[in-house]
């Protein structure tokens, strides 16, 4: 399983991916999820995937590969987010036909979710959910975040928290808040989480990894499951 | 959609269900989900269903006229807890595959999963998750509660909070902080909750209706989402 999260907020893009793939409790695996393109200053694409592992990765290995042939279609030549998220949406689609066809009795599901977000210079920031049909959708001010994979443990927190208006570094921490709680109820979301935090039009953004022991995630994770104890004491 | 809670404590049982029932989001309705069975001081059954109501009330009915007609075996005859989820499972599985034969290829999922809980006299607490399939678990130390229904958004807190040694007005509102996340992001779940606390060995139960505007559920909740709101701020 996986469990990815996605915010377009007033000052930029938050974007997380935890590492853990599973086929089973026995086949446990560490593997990015969340990738960046970067095209000089020009636009900054952020992509989190979820689902089929084969489908998630041939998706990336195409969107480079046009990027590397200098194709006249790739993410970096389309005019608008929209345009991207049409593209990964074909790729997508075609690669689950891919493997459905040449398995077509396997009972696999070779089907993916991806969030992509990103900015194009002189547009605002944006959030698309593209679903394994390729369809999408975009968020809006009413509900600046998406999720895929294993989204339901953590959703309260989000829900209750985010807003178009709340800060980079306050989602930030929402966002892995949501991640301690999705851990403590399903094993097969796991550390290391990789992050995004994009401030708008700054048309740069990194990768960061919190690691296993990382001292601030352990330090965030005991101050709130402690303040949720003695928030609870405190209950009437 | 539905949501219930059961637990078996050191103190005694908490059972607690909602009561909203859909068949698609245009078709919501309010139907009770937890159930009673007290024989004179000798035992106390509680029951929970989530799934397929038609299955879920047919389990009910056949529970009831089992006792009506004085039958050899009923809930009020098994010698424990486990003959009385032994028969509970199989009075499920014979009514799910009453339905599915009778309309093979309605593409109708007639499962329902049950939580019966309860004591006979002389004996301790016990709580059984009966599966679609007639077979079942029952709680240890370690793992105090189940969910059925709707469960991933009311986990976290569970987890979190509930051990064997909880007190039971805790463990109550442990639990009503779980319907409130729940019901935060999930519309199928909705008010009035039933529930029951019983106290062990008192072999009496009684259940209690906290309605659409309860005063201590609206402040609960309202704590919580404060309470909430501030420990986030306060996070490193």
């Known amino acids: 399983m996986t469990y990815c999260v996605g915010m377009v907020l007033d000052e930029g893009i938050i974007m997380a991916a935890d590492t853990r793939t599973n086929a089973g409790v026995d086949a446990i695996a560490t593997f990015p999820k969340l990738f960046t393109f970067e095209n000089s200053g020009e636009r900054v694409i952020m992509l989190a995937t979820s689902g089929n592992l084969a489908t998630s990765q041939r998706v990336i290995s195409i969107i480079k590969q046009q990027i590397a042939r200098n194709e006249e279609k790739t993410i970096y030549t389309c005019d608008s987010l929209f345009q991207v998220a049409e593209l990964l949406g074909a790729i997508l689609t075609a690669t689950e036909k891919h493997y459905s066809e040449e398995s077509p009795s396997s009972g696999v599901d070779f089907s993916s979710n991806i969030l992509v977000a990103g900015q194009i210079k002189g547009q605002p920031p944006e959030l698309y959910h593209i679903y394994p049909q390729g369809n999408f959708i975009s968020t809006s001010r009413d509900t600046p975040f998406f999720q895929i994979g294993e989204s339901k443990y953590g959703k309260p927190i989000l829900d209750r928290i985010i807003r178009m208006d709340t800060p980079l570094n306050q989602a930030m921490k929402c966002a892995l808040i949501s991640f301690d709680s999705t851990m403590h109820s399903n094993l097969s979301v796991g550390m290391p989480i990789d992050m995004t935090i994009y401030k708008a039009d700054s048309l740069a953004v990194k990768i960061e990894r919190l690691g296993v022991n990382d001292p601030y995630f ?19």
């Open 218 to 236: 352990s330090k965030l994770a005991k101050a709130w499951g402690d303040g949720l104890h003695s928030l609870f004491e405190q209950l009437p």
